[in-house]
């Protein structure tokens, strides 16, 4: 397994931005990988956000988070980004970054097996 390291979480106003960011450590089959990110609000299951392919051309959404977050990767800095934009109170979460294999982008990222420690963002009304 890979341990990512996420950055970029905190303090937001509603309506606000946010860049989290999730680092693929030292491997050079980063870009074999899928990548995604996830979330858990407080009392809820985690729950997939978007997710992006090895080909960075494949990007999913998931309907909630659509037209506001932009999911990229930097192949070259091995890194990964989930731009979020328009903030809403309902967006309040730890955010993860995850990591799989078999993932190519076209839907939903199922059952990664490589985590980030997670990543807190909270949106204020």
């Known amino acids: 397994q890979v341990q990512l390291v996420e950055s970029g979480g905190g303090l937001v106003q509603d309506g ?40 960075p051309e494949l990007r999913y959404y998931v309907s909630s988070v659509k037209g506001r977050f932009t999911i990229s990767r930097d192949n070259v800095k091995n890194t990964m980004y989930l731009q979020k934009n328009n903030l809403k109170s309902e ?26 420690e997670g990543s807190q963002v909270t949106v204020s009304e």
């Open 91 to 116: 967006d309040t979460a730890v955010y993860y970054c995850a990591a799989d294999e078999q993932y190519s982008g076209h839907s939903l990222m199922c059952r990664p097996n490589n985590w980030g």
């Open 16 to 55: 606000g931005s946010l860049l989290l960011s999730c680092v693929f450590p030292g491997r050079a089959a980063w870009r074999s990988y899928g990548m995604g990110w996830f979330r858990q609000a407080p009392g809820q299951e985690r729950e997939f956000v978007a997710g992006i392919g090895w080909n």
